[in-house]
């Protein structure tokens, strides 16, 4: 069929007629082979300039088209569209760019004009070797995968989880409930951490529409928003499972701030000198000790001295719940052992929020003693514990203690890490995955489709923990209607099978593992739902064997050779 | 330097040549390996070429130092295990340049080594082709000359200024030459695989052979600053796109160099593809605007494509401009783009099996000085605009 093409110049008001003499670039290109129509208008974005281009179409029964207006960034989509509706297929166009690239950057009119002519007779001989790219769609995946079996990834799962929405929860421990598992109380209600757990993961084991994986591994994750393809290692069986998610929801909890590292706290070398989460485990009823707080030596503890702030200054922040559950640990220990003496070594305490004042307040008229310190030190002398401090007068102080509980702050778990360079993700200076934006989309993740909650983002309470499970939930509910199609990419990359000498540079380059290699035919082989068509593997091939479409090597040739010439 | 590198001495009766089939020998008997690639002399005696050997009585035809290079050995072991590896053990005997160039095509997944030894021999050099074709006894005479450190003139021009024509450190197990007693090799192992050969043979590598190596580093010093020398000075002569059109003019377009070239494996040139063929229109529009145009078109082109693809993972072998009926030297202008190029990612092809082609490496800063070149243009365009 021979080919008809139209060219249409936009003077985008003055900003390109003012430079471009419009006139003589139309006089230049009409008599180019397969030029049927030239034409200016005034703005061909606007919605007259659409209506133009697409009578135009009509009149002249054209096949293709090329529109030099302003950069593909701004307005390539419009015009494909244009050329849709017209019913031409959109790849069937070429817009070059005289504005950015012409009229705003060269200053003689002459030469912008010359350059004007140049740029749309590089277009109008690419055009003719444009291939017509079948659109191309894929139904999204409603399904969610949950990393981490804590609090937040059950309540996220839980909320998810519909006849229409399967999620796979992935916990790589042998059970879920994570630390939640080992608090026997919560602040400020004084519930059972555990039993109220264990509710939990009961309700999640009857929901049919939630698979769970423990004792498993998250290998891989590639993909965009409503198609990412996931590969699991169940470590119990040796097997690998690979399914398909249309979003992914980060719960990787945290990790308690290793007080060995601050030799001056005696955790490691001292007895009876415990961290927070170890005085949680001893006081849940199949915990070591059967639930007693007992010292070594197996008599309870007479006095306590809980130290604040452990690792706060290395780590450089404050980790926000330790003082309210320092205060809980105040109530465990008074109804488990009426009359023991316990004394708070702080320099500040953390207490927002409406309710948590009362609950401070309702400790230290319990007799609680509060002392402000600094430079706080553990000794012992094999009789029991010294805690030596310098007072807020600048004064060296000490009291004895029987039991010391440590506060170390909250850092961020080893698997952030991991998913950060899986996913792309950025990781704070503190280790901890980073949201979109800290206000305006805090549960989001720079890629789009994986969403970050809980103490994985930060220190967080469990109640703010479940508030980003359900915000993040709420985004994946309105994002995954089961059913929506999305569009893929259609100027993706190919390996030709004949050409491919399997040297494997191509997967090494892919910046999203849309390449694999088939072991058989020894060649490279392209997933053209991943790939995005960035052109890595096309530049990077030795051997002339992977393209990019829409951008082959006669496309480009052509588009130079008359910019050229 | 690392602990200096220890090895074993092997002496037998004859020549070098036959010193060293004689340890081939023993270690095939020793079952070391199953199998030998080897250079050999053609039952006419005009020609060399690599023979694959699993019986020990042609190996008497083997010449593991050749006169000349009409196969590269990295393209021969290509063809044998470019489809992945074989059941038996083979041990393929090749000069330093062949396992460079063996080594960047494992890098590429052209040849597999699991079930290969690499055995690497000091290198006198080679002959250029034309010369043994033309008269094979002459050229036998000479590089006797050769082998006793003289006539070095007669060489080819790459071979001449070659640096590195002893072991490269990533083969398994070198054959060292260079002042070696009359009667004697060094057998210096470079790799576990190398060590079990010599102890499987008996000879476990606990001699001291700093004399070798001597021999070796200053041989090679006096190597790089010839070399150095020479590229400085060809570089006048070959830069730019006048003097490339110049050195390339004798070029018929054979793509003789291309088929020889042993890091040249695509399975169709480009060069040869559809993409490069356009239509008698396209021909005219170029003698239009460039005054003329050259047929068959693309003759520079296709070497400057080459040098793009080929120029880092180059080990200047010399095989091209042996290849070129007209004598273009294609191998000298190889050398000095590839040195060029190699420097600036620093990066040594054939040095090591693990080190990754620098087109596969990442780095988020890397030619920091370019970028600010064009700037510093666009600036400098800006500035002669205003």
Known sequence: MAKKIGVYVCECGTNIAEKVDIDKVIAAVSPIKDVEVAERHKLLCSDGGKEFIKQSIAEHGLTHVVVAACSPKQHEVTFMNVCEQAGINPQ???????????????????????????????????????????????????????????????????????????????????????KVKSFSKLFTNMESGSSLITQEIKSLLDNKNIEVLTESEVEQILGFLGNFEVKVIRKAEGKEQNFNVGAVVLATGFELFDPKGLPQYGYGKLDDVYTSLEFEEMNIPDGPTGGKVLLKNGKPPESVAIIHCVGREEKDYCSKVCCLYSFKFDRMLQSQLPGVKVSHFYSDLC??????????????????????????????????????????????????????????????????????????????????????????????????????????????????????????????????????????????????????????????????????????????????????????????????????????????????????? | MVSPIKGAVFTAEGSTREIILAFIKQALGKDCFDAVLIPAKAPEGDSFSYLLIQNETILKDAHPICPIMPVQGAKALHSLTGRGKGKKRIAALLRPCEVRATVELFKLGQVDLENISLISIDCPGALPLADWVEDPQKAETVFLEVLKGEASESLRPVCQICDKFSTTGAEDLHIGTLGAKSGSIFLIPRSPKGEGILEKVGLPAKEDISGWEQTVNSLTEKRKGERKKFLEEFKSKATGLDNLLDTFSKCINCHNCMRVCPICYCRQCFFDSANMKFTCEDYLDRAETMGGLRLPPETLLFHIGRMLHMSLSCVSCGACEDACPTSVPVAQVFSLVGNKNQEEFDYVPGKSLDEPPPLRVYEEEEFEEVEQSCAGTSAKQEAQNA
């Open chain 1, 351 to 565: 207490i927002p929020g409406k309710s948590f004042q009362k609950f401070y307040e309702g400790t230290k008229e319990m007799g609680v003693e509060f002392v402000r310190s600094a430079k706080t030190e553990v000794t012992g002398n094999g009789k029991g514990l010294t805690v030596k401090y310098e007072t807020e007068f600048g004064k060296q102080d000490s009291s004895t203690t029987d039991m010391v509980i440590l506060l170390p702050a909250m850092e961020s778990s080893g698997d952030a890490q991991k998913f950060a360079e899986m996913l792309n993700i950025p990781l704070d200076e503190k280790g901890f995955l980073v949201e979109e934006h800290q206000l305006l989309s805090p549960v989001s993740s720079a890629v789009e489709g994986i969403f970050v909650v809980g103490c994985a983002q930060g220190p967080q309470s469990i109640s703010e923990s479940i508030v980003q499970s359900e915000a993040a939930a709420g985004k994946i509910l309105s994002a995954l209607v089961p059913g929506r199609k999305l569009e893929l990419e259609v100027r993706v990359s190919e390996i030709s099978e004949s050409l491919c000498l399997g040297c494997k540079t191509c997967i090494d380059v892919c910046p999203y593992g849309a390449i694999t290699f088939d072991e058989t035919r020894r060649i490279s082989v392209v997933n053209e739902v991943l790939c995005h068509g960035c052109g890595n593997c096309a530049a990077a091939c030795p051997s002339g064997a992977a393209r990019l479409k829409h951008f082959t090597f006669p496309q480009i040739y052509q588009e130079l050779k008359e910019v050229l010439r």
């Open chain 1, 92 to 178: 069937l166009s070429q817009l070059a760019n005289i504005r950015e690239q012409c009229a705003w950057v060269t200053s003689s009119a002459e030469e912008a004009t010359d350059k004007a002519i140049r740029q749309i007779r590089a277009a109008i001989s690419r055009v003719k070797y444009h291939a017509p790219l079948k659109k191309k769609e894929v139904v999204v995946s409603p399904d969610v995968l949950v990393i981490g079996g804590g609090i937040a990834g059950i309540k996220a799962s839980q909320l998810l989880a519909a006849p229409d929405r399967k999620v796979y929860l992935v916990e790589k421990a042998s059970s879920l409930g994570g």
